[in-house]
C-alpha cells in the first residue's frame, strides 16, 4: 500500500512518516502544494494524507484539482482546521474523512486501513484468499488455520495481491506499492521476497504469469 | 445626579425673576419720575387757579378740591387767612418755589408762590407719588407674572422632547449583546446628540477592529499551537511503541526537540501577547544600546559557535542612549538575533551593529542568510507570516514581537538587502534621545 504524505511541518511530518513505515506502507512525504500536485500525476497512490494550509498552493485546491481530474485515491484530510464549516469543505471537496490534529496516531492508522477496506470494496477487516489470511490491524497471519510469520515486506506483498485474488499484478505495480521514493530498490527484490513466500506457503501459492505478473488464487479457503 | 432638564428650569426660571424684577424696578422708577412732573404741574396749577383775593369765602368755592392737597395762604402779616383743611395744618416754609420737607412722619411736596404779598403754600404727601407709580409699575408687569410659568411649563416640555433620542439611544444600547459593535442611528438627531452618537460610532469602529485584530489572534494561536502538540503527541506514540533500546533513546531525542519547540511557541505567544496589551512601556526608563549589544552578543556566543556562523559586533558609539525598556529592547535584539541565526547557513556570518546616523540611534542586524524577497517585506512583521519556501526552524512570531516593541518606542524598521548583497539587513531607527529634557 502506497500512501502521500502532504504535510509541511517538518516535524509532524517526520513522526507521521515514521509511524506509518512501522506499519508497512510506503510513504512519500511532500512539503508543499505543487509538490503534492506532482506527485498525484501518477497515479500511484491508495490514499493520500493531506495537510490544508500548505506553502504554496492550499489543500483544498490541491484536492479540487485532483478530484476534477477523477483521481481515485482515497483523501483524508489532517488539519488543525477544526470550524465544522471547514469539515463539511473539505468533506465536500472530494475527501473522504477529516482528522483534527492533534490526533490519536491509533485513530489514524484506524481510519487510513477503514479507507483502504472501502476503496477496495472490502467489508471485512481481513483479506483472505486460498486459505490465507491477512489482517492489516495486527499484522497477523494465518495459512491453513496455523498462525505464520511474515517480515514486513512479505506481508505489505500478500497484501497487494490478495486486495485482487485472481487478479495478475505486474512486478513494477508491486514495487511501486512497496516502495516509496527514497527506498532503494534492488532489481531483483520482489523476486526475492516470492521465492521466500512460496518456500511458507508452498510454490503453487502464488502463481507467476510469465512476462505479466504474479497472482493469488481466488477460490474461497 | 445632575439633570439638564432640572438645572435648565432653575435657571431659566431664575433669569426670567431677575429680568422681570429689574424691569418692574425700572418701570417704577420711571413711572415716579414722570408722576412727579405730573404732580408738581398740577401743584403748580392748583396754585394758579386760587381766586385772586383768597379769604375765607374762597373755601367754600374750592370745595372740590382733591383731599390729598392741602392749601394754606398767610397774609403778610403772617396771619393763616386760608387753609384748605382746618383740622391739619403745615407750618409755612419760606422758601418759595418747589421743595420735599419731612413732616409729621411723612414727605411732602411743597409748591410756595408769593402772590400779592399773602403767601401761598401748596402740599401733597409724597405717598400719593409713590403709590401711584406702584400700581403703574405692577400693571405693566402683571402680563410677565402670567408668562414666567407658561415659560417654565414650555421649556420643560422643550427639554423633554429635545432629549428623547438620548433617552432611545440608552435603550438601543440597553438591549445590545456585549459583542454587538455596529455603529448607532445618527440621522434625524439634534445636533449636540448627533456630534456625542458620531464620536461613539467612532469609538465603537475602533473597538471592533480591535477586538477582531484579537479574535484573529486567537484564532492563529490556537491553528498554530496545534502543529507543536500534533508533533508531540505522535512522537510520544511512536516512543511508546519503540521495539528497541535504540529507537527508544532516538525517539526521546525527539520529544524533546518537539517539547522546546511548543515552549518556545508558547513563550513566543505571551511576549507578544504581554507587548500588545501593555500601555506605556518605555515610560522614562534608558538604555544603553552598546552594553545591550555587549551583553546580548555575549549570551549568544555559543549559539554561533555552535552552528558555524561567526557573530561579529561593531559599536563605534559605546554611549549611545535611547528612551526605552531594556528588558523589551533585549527581547527586541534577541528576536532580531535569532532570526538571523536561522536563517543563516553554517559558515555565514551575523553583524550587530550600534551606530547613530543625523542623531538618529540605529540599531543593526546583517545577517549571510537567504534574505527576504521584496513582495514578503510588508509581510514578514503579521504574526505566523512565514516566506514561502522558508523552511528555517521558528514560530513566525519574531518579528510581529519586534515590531510591537519597535512601535511601542516609536522606533522604525527597515528592511534591506545586505551590503554584500547575500542575505538581510534589518535597522531599528530609535527616536533621538534628548537628556537635557529628561533630566
Known sequence: MRLLLVEDDPMIGESLEESLHNENYAVDWVRDGHSAELALEHDLYDLVLLDLGLPGKQG???????????GPAAVLIL?????????????????????????DLDELLARIRALLRRKSGRIQTELSSAGLVLNPATHEAVFRGQPLHLSAREFGLLQVLLETPGEVVSRARLEEKLYGWNEE???????????????????DFIKNVRGVGYKVAASPA | MKSIQRQLLWWLSGGILLATSSAGFAIYYQARHEANQLFDYQLQQTALSLPAHVDTAAIHQNEELEEDILIEVWNPQDKLIYTSNRAFSLPRYKQQGFQTVRAFDEDWRLYIENRRRNFIQIAQPLSVRHELAASLAIRSLAPFFLLVPAMLILVAVIVQRSLAPLEGIA????????????????????LELATI??????????????????????????HELRSPLTALKLQLQLTERAKTDAQRLAGFAKLHDRINRAIHLVEQLLTLARHESARNPVADDTTALGELVQEISSDYAATASQKQVGLTTTVPFPDIIVRGNPHSLRILLKNLLENAFNHTPAGGGVHLQVCQEQGTPILRVTDSGCGIPAESRQRVFDRFYRCPGDNAPGTGLGLAIVKNIADQHQACISLEDAPSGQGLQISVAFPPYNTSAHT
Open chain 1, 60 to 70: 483544498l485546491e490541491v484536492l479540487t484539482a485532483y478530484r476534477k481530474r477523477k
Open chain 1, 79 to 103: 488539519t488543525a482546521r477544526d470550524a465544522p464549516s471547514d469539515r463539511v469543505k473539505g468533506l465536500d471537496s472530494g475527501a473522504d474523512d477529516y482528522l483534527i490534529k492533534p490526533f
Open chain 1, 185 to 203: 530498490i534492488e532489481s531483483n527484490t520482489v523476486e526475492v521476497y516470492i521465492h521466500m513466500l512460496r518456500k511458507k506457503l508452498g510454490t
Open chain 2, 171 to 190: 435603550q438601543t444600547l440597553g438591549k445590545r449583546s456585549p459583542t454587538d459593535l455596529q455603529a448607532l442611528p445618527d440621522q434625524n438627531l439634534p
Open chain 2, 197 to 222: 452618537v458620531r464620536a461613539l460610532n467612532n469609538w465603537l469602529e475602533r473597538l471592533d477592529k480591535a477586538l477582531s485584530a484579537q479574535r484573529d489572534f486567537i484564532a492563529d494561536a490556537a
